[in-house]
Protein backbone atom coordinates (compact mmCIF):
# COMPACT_ATOMS: atom_id res chain seq x y z
CA UNK A 1 0.00 0.00 0.00
CA UNK A 2 1.39 3.67 -0.42
CA UNK A 3 2.81 5.50 2.17
CA UNK A 4 0.05 6.23 4.66
CA UNK A 5 -0.73 10.13 4.18
CA UNK A 6 -0.18 11.45 8.26
CA UNK A 7 3.47 9.66 7.59
CA UNK A 8 3.84 11.60 4.90
CA UNK A 9 2.97 14.78 6.26
CA UNK A 10 5.76 14.21 8.88
CA UNK A 11 8.07 13.32 6.27
CA UNK A 12 7.47 16.48 4.50
CA UNK A 13 7.58 18.30 8.17
CA UNK A 14 10.96 16.65 8.88
CA UNK A 15 12.28 17.68 5.26
CA UNK A 16 11.46 21.00 6.07
CA UNK A 17 13.09 21.61 9.18
CA UNK A 18 16.60 20.58 7.33
CA UNK A 19 18.63 18.51 9.67
CA UNK A 20 21.43 17.08 8.35
CA UNK A 21 21.32 13.19 7.51
CA UNK A 22 22.40 10.73 10.61
CA UNK A 23 25.08 10.14 9.05
CA UNK A 24 27.22 13.39 8.37
CA UNK A 25 26.47 14.42 12.27
CA UNK A 26 28.68 13.50 15.30
CA UNK A 27 27.07 11.12 18.32
CA UNK A 28 26.62 14.45 20.12
CA UNK A 29 24.64 16.51 17.49
CA UNK A 30 22.65 13.83 16.59
CA UNK A 31 22.04 13.64 20.55
CA UNK A 32 21.62 17.59 20.57
CA UNK A 33 19.20 16.77 17.12
CA UNK A 34 16.95 14.74 18.89
CA UNK A 35 16.62 16.25 22.45
CA UNK A 36 15.55 19.38 20.88
CA UNK A 37 12.70 17.77 18.62
CA UNK A 38 11.19 15.97 22.10
CA UNK A 39 7.96 17.09 23.78
CA UNK A 40 7.33 16.38 27.28
CA UNK A 41 4.35 13.94 27.48
CA UNK A 42 0.61 15.36 29.14
CA UNK A 43 -0.64 12.03 29.53
CA UNK A 44 -1.77 11.24 33.63
CA UNK A 45 -0.49 8.34 35.07
CA UNK A 46 -0.61 7.60 38.98
CA UNK A 47 3.25 7.12 39.26
CA UNK A 48 6.68 7.83 37.69
CA UNK A 49 9.64 7.41 40.08
CA UNK A 50 13.14 7.51 38.70
CA UNK A 51 15.07 4.58 40.33
CA UNK A 52 18.74 3.50 40.47
CA UNK A 53 18.65 -0.08 39.25
CA UNK A 54 22.21 -1.19 40.27
CA UNK A 55 23.87 1.38 38.77
CA UNK A 56 21.77 1.78 36.24
CA UNK A 57 18.93 5.17 35.84
CA UNK A 58 15.78 3.37 35.30
CA UNK A 59 12.52 5.39 35.44
CA UNK A 60 9.20 3.60 37.03
CA UNK A 61 5.66 4.11 35.19
CA UNK A 62 2.45 2.55 37.76
CA UNK A 63 -1.03 2.99 36.37
CA UNK A 64 -2.11 2.73 39.94
CA UNK A 65 -1.87 1.84 43.57
CA UNK A 66 -1.87 -2.15 43.38
CA UNK A 67 1.02 -4.02 44.78
CA UNK A 68 0.66 -7.52 42.46
CA UNK A 69 1.22 -5.67 39.04
CA UNK A 70 3.05 -7.29 36.03
CA UNK A 71 6.10 -5.46 34.73
CA UNK A 72 7.10 -4.66 31.27
CA UNK A 73 11.52 -3.53 31.39
CA UNK A 74 11.31 -1.44 28.63
CA UNK A 75 14.65 -0.63 26.04
CA UNK A 76 14.18 2.36 24.37
CA UNK A 77 15.24 2.83 20.58
CA UNK A 78 17.75 5.00 19.30
CA UNK A 79 20.21 3.29 17.17
CA UNK A 80 22.26 2.08 20.67
CA UNK A 81 23.83 5.97 20.35
CA UNK A 82 20.25 7.96 21.24
CA UNK A 83 17.75 8.01 23.27
CA UNK A 84 16.91 8.00 26.73
CA UNK A 85 14.39 7.95 29.33
CA UNK A 86 12.47 11.28 28.36
CA UNK A 87 13.07 10.15 24.63
CA UNK A 88 10.40 7.29 25.55
CA UNK A 89 8.63 8.98 28.17
CA UNK A 90 5.21 9.08 26.02
CA UNK A 91 5.48 5.48 24.88
CA UNK A 92 6.08 3.82 28.47
CA UNK A 93 2.86 5.80 29.62
CA UNK A 94 0.79 4.67 27.33
CA UNK A 95 1.85 0.93 27.68
CA UNK A 96 1.55 1.23 31.43
CA UNK A 97 -1.62 3.15 31.47
CA UNK A 98 -3.20 0.63 28.65
CA UNK A 99 -2.09 -2.46 29.77
CA UNK A 100 -2.70 -1.54 33.79
CA UNK A 101 0.49 -2.83 34.42
CA UNK A 102 4.34 -1.20 35.56
CA UNK A 103 6.82 -0.54 33.27
CA UNK A 104 10.75 0.09 34.17
CA UNK A 105 12.37 2.14 31.60
CA UNK A 106 16.09 1.21 31.13
CA UNK A 107 18.68 4.04 30.56
CA UNK A 108 21.39 1.59 29.21
CA UNK A 109 25.07 3.48 27.99
CA UNK A 110 24.96 4.31 24.96
CA UNK A 111 27.63 3.95 21.78
CA UNK A 112 30.07 4.93 20.63
CA UNK A 113 31.76 5.95 24.13
CA UNK A 114 29.64 2.52 25.41
CA UNK A 115 30.13 0.56 22.57
CA UNK A 116 28.97 -3.73 22.47
CA UNK A 117 28.74 -4.72 25.29
CA UNK A 118 28.03 -2.29 27.38
CA UNK A 119 24.34 -1.67 26.38
CA UNK A 120 23.62 -4.96 27.04
CA UNK A 121 24.86 -6.20 29.52
CA UNK A 122 23.29 -2.53 31.33
CA UNK A 123 19.51 -4.28 29.79
CA UNK A 124 20.53 -7.87 31.31
CA UNK A 125 21.57 -5.98 34.80
CA UNK A 126 18.46 -4.17 34.84
CA UNK A 127 16.16 -6.54 34.18
CA UNK A 128 18.02 -8.95 36.98
CA UNK A 129 17.45 -6.50 39.33
CA UNK A 130 14.15 -5.43 38.51
CA UNK A 131 13.27 -9.29 39.29
CA UNK A 132 15.21 -9.35 42.50
CA UNK A 133 13.12 -6.27 43.59
CA UNK A 134 10.13 -6.78 42.02
CA UNK A 135 8.13 -6.30 45.50
CA UNK A 136 9.36 -3.18 46.34
CA UNK A 137 8.19 -1.84 43.24
CA UNK A 138 4.86 -3.49 43.88
CA UNK A 139 5.03 -6.23 40.98
CA UNK A 140 5.07 -9.58 41.00
CA UNK A 141 8.51 -11.31 40.13
CA UNK A 142 6.90 -14.21 38.41
CA UNK A 143 5.30 -11.99 35.82
CA UNK A 144 8.07 -10.17 34.00
CA UNK A 145 8.15 -9.17 30.34
CA UNK A 146 10.85 -7.75 28.09
CA UNK A 147 10.49 -5.29 25.36
CA UNK A 148 12.09 -2.24 23.43
CA UNK A 149 11.63 -0.62 19.87
CA UNK A 150 14.56 -0.80 17.17
CA UNK A 151 17.72 -0.83 18.74
CA UNK A 152 16.16 -1.38 22.35
CA UNK A 153 13.85 -4.29 20.65
CA UNK A 154 17.31 -6.04 19.72
CA UNK A 155 18.11 -5.52 23.26
CA UNK A 156 15.04 -7.40 24.46
CA UNK A 157 15.16 -10.18 21.99
CA UNK A 158 18.52 -11.12 23.18
CA UNK A 159 17.81 -10.66 26.93
CA UNK A 160 15.37 -12.69 26.19
CA UNK A 161 17.41 -15.42 24.70
CA UNK A 162 19.65 -14.69 27.51
CA UNK A 163 17.13 -15.14 29.70
CA UNK A 164 18.56 -14.18 33.37
CA UNK A 165 15.56 -14.17 35.29
CA UNK A 166 12.05 -16.33 34.23
CA UNK A 167 10.55 -14.12 31.71
CA UNK A 168 6.53 -14.28 30.34
CA UNK A 169 6.35 -12.33 27.10
CA UNK A 170 8.78 -10.18 24.65
CA UNK A 171 7.61 -7.14 22.84
CA UNK A 172 9.62 -6.35 20.07
CA UNK A 173 8.92 -3.43 17.59
CA UNK A 174 10.79 -2.94 14.34
CA UNK A 175 13.49 -4.69 15.98
CA UNK A 176 17.31 -4.68 15.04
CA UNK A 177 17.50 -8.49 14.59
CA UNK A 178 20.39 -8.74 11.54
CA UNK A 179 23.18 -6.36 11.33
CA UNK A 180 24.85 -7.80 8.46
CA UNK A 181 22.27 -5.21 7.00
CA UNK A 182 21.62 -7.89 4.06
CA UNK A 183 17.61 -8.10 3.81
CA UNK A 184 16.22 -6.76 1.25
CA UNK A 185 14.44 -3.98 2.52
CA UNK A 186 17.49 -2.43 3.55
CA UNK A 187 17.96 -1.83 -0.47
CA UNK A 188 13.68 -1.32 -0.79
CA UNK A 189 13.36 1.35 1.63
CA UNK A 190 16.76 2.47 1.88
CA UNK A 191 16.15 6.38 1.38
CA UNK A 192 13.28 8.59 1.78
CA UNK A 193 11.82 6.67 4.87
CA UNK A 194 12.98 8.74 8.22
CA UNK A 195 15.50 5.71 9.05
CA UNK A 196 17.68 5.53 6.22
CA UNK A 197 20.13 2.21 5.31
CA UNK A 198 23.55 4.95 5.55
CA UNK A 199 21.76 5.95 9.28
CA UNK A 200 21.65 2.48 10.38
CA UNK A 201 25.52 2.01 8.54
CA UNK A 202 26.41 4.71 10.95
CA UNK A 203 24.16 3.23 14.32
CA UNK A 204 25.48 -0.19 13.50
CA UNK A 205 29.26 1.09 13.45
CA UNK A 206 29.38 2.96 16.37
CA UNK A 207 27.87 -0.43 18.07
CA UNK A 208 29.43 -2.77 17.30
CA UNK A 209 33.10 -1.68 15.42
CA UNK A 210 34.79 -4.69 14.34
CA UNK A 211 32.64 -6.93 16.16
CA UNK A 212 31.28 -9.69 14.62
CA UNK A 213 27.76 -8.77 13.66
CA UNK A 214 26.59 -12.48 13.22
CA UNK A 215 27.41 -13.14 16.96
CA UNK A 216 24.03 -13.96 18.35
CA UNK A 217 24.19 -10.88 20.90
CA UNK A 218 24.71 -8.60 18.19
CA UNK A 219 22.04 -9.95 15.87
CA UNK A 220 19.99 -12.25 17.84
CA UNK A 221 18.23 -14.01 14.54
CA UNK A 222 21.42 -16.08 14.45
CA UNK A 223 20.76 -17.60 17.61
CA UNK A 224 20.47 -21.68 17.46
CA UNK A 225 17.03 -22.65 16.88
CA UNK A 226 17.03 -24.40 20.71
CA UNK A 227 17.79 -20.89 22.08
CA UNK A 228 15.06 -19.26 20.33
CA UNK A 229 12.69 -22.35 20.79
CA UNK A 230 13.24 -21.43 24.79
CA UNK A 231 12.29 -17.86 24.71
CA UNK A 232 8.57 -16.52 25.92
CA UNK A 233 6.22 -15.90 23.97
CA UNK A 234 6.50 -12.88 22.01
CA UNK A 235 4.51 -10.03 19.92
CA UNK A 236 6.53 -8.62 16.86
CA UNK A 237 5.50 -5.35 15.21
CA UNK A 238 6.57 -4.12 11.88
CA UNK A 239 6.49 -1.07 9.48
CA UNK A 240 6.29 -1.22 5.67
CA UNK A 241 8.53 1.24 5.01
CA UNK A 242 11.14 0.45 7.18
CA UNK A 243 14.93 -0.83 6.68
CA UNK A 244 14.44 -3.08 9.41
CA UNK A 245 10.67 -4.65 8.19
CA UNK A 246 12.28 -7.81 6.68
CA UNK A 247 14.46 -8.81 9.64
CA UNK A 248 11.57 -8.39 12.22
CA UNK A 249 9.35 -10.42 10.38
CA UNK A 250 11.87 -13.36 9.21
CA UNK A 251 12.23 -13.44 13.18
CA UNK A 252 8.59 -13.60 14.12
CA UNK A 253 8.13 -16.36 11.03
CA UNK A 254 11.37 -18.10 12.90
CA UNK A 255 10.06 -17.84 16.87
CA UNK A 256 6.51 -19.55 15.69
CA UNK A 257 7.95 -21.94 13.05
CA UNK A 258 9.86 -22.85 16.58
CA UNK A 259 6.69 -22.83 18.69
CA UNK A 260 6.77 -20.08 20.11
CA UNK A 261 2.95 -18.19 20.34
CA UNK A 262 3.73 -15.32 18.12
CA UNK A 263 1.79 -12.62 16.93
CA UNK A 264 3.20 -10.68 14.31
CA UNK A 265 1.31 -7.45 12.72
CA UNK A 266 3.18 -5.33 9.98
CA UNK A 267 1.61 -1.69 9.96
CA UNK A 268 1.05 -1.25 6.14
CA UNK A 269 1.90 2.45 4.73
CA UNK A 270 3.81 3.27 8.07
CA UNK A 271 8.31 4.03 8.41
CA UNK A 272 10.06 3.79 11.13
CA UNK A 273 10.04 5.33 14.48
CA UNK A 274 5.90 5.80 14.52
CA UNK A 275 5.58 3.69 17.37
CA UNK A 276 6.88 6.26 18.72
CA UNK A 277 5.01 9.29 17.39
CA UNK A 278 1.42 8.59 18.42
CA UNK A 279 1.07 12.57 18.78
CA UNK A 280 1.24 12.49 14.93
CA UNK A 281 0.29 9.42 13.43
CA UNK A 282 -3.26 7.45 14.37
CA UNK A 283 -1.22 4.07 13.99
CA UNK A 284 1.36 5.21 16.42
CA UNK A 285 -1.40 4.91 18.98
CA UNK A 286 -3.02 1.99 17.41
CA UNK A 287 0.26 0.35 17.91
CA UNK A 288 0.99 1.72 21.35
CA UNK A 289 -2.68 0.31 22.21
CA UNK A 290 -1.82 -2.98 20.53
CA UNK A 291 0.96 -3.73 22.40
CA UNK A 292 -0.70 -2.44 25.70
CA UNK A 293 -3.63 -5.01 25.29
CA UNK A 294 -0.97 -7.81 24.86
CA UNK A 295 1.05 -7.22 27.65
CA UNK A 296 -2.14 -6.42 29.95
CA UNK A 297 -3.38 -9.90 28.76
CA UNK A 298 -0.38 -11.73 29.18
CA UNK A 299 0.70 -9.79 32.77
CA UNK A 300 -2.63 -10.40 34.47
CA UNK A 301 -2.86 -14.08 34.20
Same mark, same amino acid.
Not at 190 to 208: S, V
Not at 226 to 239: D, G, R, Y
Given at each position: ? $???? &????????????? +? $????????????????????????????????????????????? +????????????????????? +??? @?????????? !?????????????????????????????????????????????????????????????? &????????? &????? $???????? &????????? /??????????????????????? @?????????? @????????????????????? +????????????? /???? !????????????????????? /???????????????? !??
Amino acid at each position: M $PLHP &QALALLDLVAAIG +D $PPMEEMSAAEARASRKARQLPSTAPIHEVRDIDANGIPTRLYRPN +DRTDLGLLVYFHGGGWVIGDL +DSH @DAVCRALANG !SGHAVLSVDYRLAPEHPFPAPLEDAVTATRWAHAHAAELGCRADRIAVGGDSAGGNLAAVVA &QLAPVPLVY &QLLVY $PVTDLTCA &QPSYEENAT /GYFLTKAAMRWFIDHYIGGADAK @DPRISPLFAA @DHVLAATPPALVITAEFDPLR +DEGDVYATRLAAL /GVPT !SHVRFGGMFHAFFSLGDFVDD /GRAANALAAAALGATL !SR
